[in-house]
T-cell receptor
Framework: DGGITQSPKYLFRKEGQNVTLSCEQN?????MYWYRQDPGQGLRLIYY???????QKGDIAEGYSVSREKKESFPLTVTSAQKNPTAFYLC??????????????FGDGTRLSIL | DAKTTQPTSMDCAEGRAANLPCNHS???????VYWYRQIHSQGPQYIIH???NNETNEMASLIITEDRKSSTLILPHATLRDTAVYYC??????????????FGKGTKLSVKP
């Protein structure tokens, strides 16, 4: 089935450790996004990418890094510089037909906690 | 992006239509209305979107008033699996960060047997 796969579902980070969250899509979508969701709150954009080998910072990029080496993959690294990483991380993708109104489709998320 | 207002919660009997309202009185001409839902501990699921015409797909119908200041999402035959938080989002049709999805509190729909 076509869709967005995020892994792992649950992840634990030790102090000072970098961790990488995986996001893969087989929808042939050009654009991919990373959001963070805190309990009882909406989504906040971390990074987005409209095309391979290009990405842009979102509203809360500090302490995070991404890469976009392949169209189908957009991994997110939560670095030790992110002081409050405990959250639900969501990856999304959308077609890019140039008009910008295409909906974003989401994976099932990765829940990151601090040990 | 325009602000949206939704009721905090709603109940619906299984098999009946669920009508979820959304007010977006400050919507501008180039802003679309999107509906998503989120079941606990899962990612948001896209439902439907529209600009000014009513829209229908296999999941739901979207009715937008003529002045575009409000809309209603209709689930024609609600099932227990439709229990979720439903988000109405208004955003411009830009790519990337300018098209960022801003989720508010949403409406918690409870479908009861």
């Amino acid at each position: 089935d076509g869709g967005i796969t995020q892994s792992p579902k649950y992840l634990f980070r030790k102090e000072g450790q970098n961790v990488t969250l995986s996001c893969e899509q087989n929808l042939n979508h050009d654009a991919m996004y990373w959001y963070r969701q805190d309990p009882g709150q909406g989504l906040r954009l971390i990074y987005y990418s409209q095309i391979v080998n290009d990405f842009q910072k979102g509203d809360i990029a500090e302490g995070y890094s991404v890469s976009r080496e392949k169209k189908e993959s957009f991994p997110l690294t939560v670095t030790s510089a992110q002081k409050n990483p405990t959250a639900f991380y969501l990856c999304a993708s959308s077609e890019d037909r140039g008009v910008g109104n295409q909906p974003q489709h989401f994976g099932d998320g990765t829940r990151l906690s601090i040990l | 992006d325009a602000k949206t207002t939704q009721p905090t919660s709603m109940d619906c009997a299984e098999g009946r239509a669920a009508n979820l309202p959304c007010n977006h009185s400050t919507i501008s001409g180039n802003e679309y209305v999107y509906w998503y839902r989120q079941i606990h501990s899962q990612g948001p699921q896209y439902i439907i979107h529209g600009l000014k015409n009513n829209e229908t797909n296999e999941m739901a119908s979207l009715i937008i008033t003529e002045d575009r200041k409000s809309s209603t999402l209709i689930l024609p035959h609600a099932t227990l699996r439709d229990t979720a938080v439903y988000y109405c989002i208004v955003r411009v049709a830009f790519r990337g960060s300018q098209g960022n999805l801003i989720f508010g509190k949403g409406t918690k729909l409870s479908v009861k047997p």
